[in-house]
């Protein structure tokens, strides 16, 4: 990098700092992670998705009690729904990203923190971790794995743990949502929270589809579809279309959908 190109960097940064600080939290991060460098620059990863969130949560009349954090990753949006719900617990497998999910839960006194990941039954797994993308971290086949996640049905998890009701699920597991949806059926069933989702239709059509039958099975009825606004001044929010539609809505691949029974 040329000391131009240095300057100008050093100087984004800085004016992106003192911007930032007055708005979101100092969370710990990894100096090189693609998710680290998004919260050096706009304060929080994925803010406007998070943005949006906030308002859609705000105007929705139902109690915001228990949020589960799955796939939390260093605690971004842990930190984020610890000041919209009564508790926040949040599951990360990878152990390596769980310790600054721990460190970052100490941002709030409502975060529990665990060092584990969500699938149809408790086992140890294969998983690749990319150390510049740590929120990449997935379960793959064995010959391209790493290391290895534990994980358990989150139904297991939660027996005697959640007297209260669960309001809220997001879901960031890099494509292995359906086997962790699997494994929290009874949990979707009494509690039937808000359900929130990464959704590439066009990505993976067979899985997205199987997703959905899954989601109408357990009774969601609705899909609100984060829709970005790049140029106009209005602010991003979220578009409610049948579960029956969504795969028919323009946009093939969504950063963020969120589930609800009405």
């Known amino acids: 990098m040329n000391i131009v190109m240095r300057q100008i960097l050093k100087f984004g940064l800085e004016k992106a700092a003192q911007r930032n600080v007055k708005d979101y939290p100092q969370v710990a991060c990894f100096s090189h992670d693609i998710i680290s460098r998004k919260i050096m620059i706009d304060g929080i990863f994925e803010r406007n998705e998070l943005i949006a969130l906030k308002s859609f949560l705000i105007s929705e009349p139902n109690p915001r009690e228990i949020c589960l954090d799955i796939g939390g990753n260093i605690g971004n949006h842990a930190v984020f729904f610890s000041g919209l719900f009564e508790q926040v617990i949040s599951f990360e497998p990878n152990h390596k990203t769980f310790q600054l999910l721990a460190i970052n839960a100490e941002l709030a006194d409502n975060i529990t923190a665990v060092n584990l990941g969500l699938s149809d039954q408790t086992d140890m797994l294969p998983a690749k971790v990319n150390d510049l993308n740590l929120g990449g971290a997935q379960i793959t086949d064995p010959s391209e794995a790493n290391t290895e996640f534990s994980v358990m049905a989150l139904d297991e998890y939660l027996q005697n743990k959640a007297p209260r009701p669960i309001s809220f699920i997001k879901m960031d597991v890099e494509g292995y949502e359906l086997k962790a949806l699997q494994g929290a059926t009874e949990t979707l069933q009494k509690h039937q929270p808000m359900l929130v989702l990464e959704f590439h239709v066009k990505k993976d ?17 609705y899909a609100h579809i984060f829709k970005p606004k790049f140029l106009s001044r209005s602010k991003p929010k979220f578009v409610k279309v049948p579960l029956s539609g969504l795969e028919n809505y323009p946009t093939k691949n969504h950063k963020m959908v969120i589930f609800t029974f009405d």
């Open 205 to 221: 059509k067979t899985k997205t589809d199987a997703i959905l039958s899954f989601l109408a099975a357990q009774g969601y009825g």
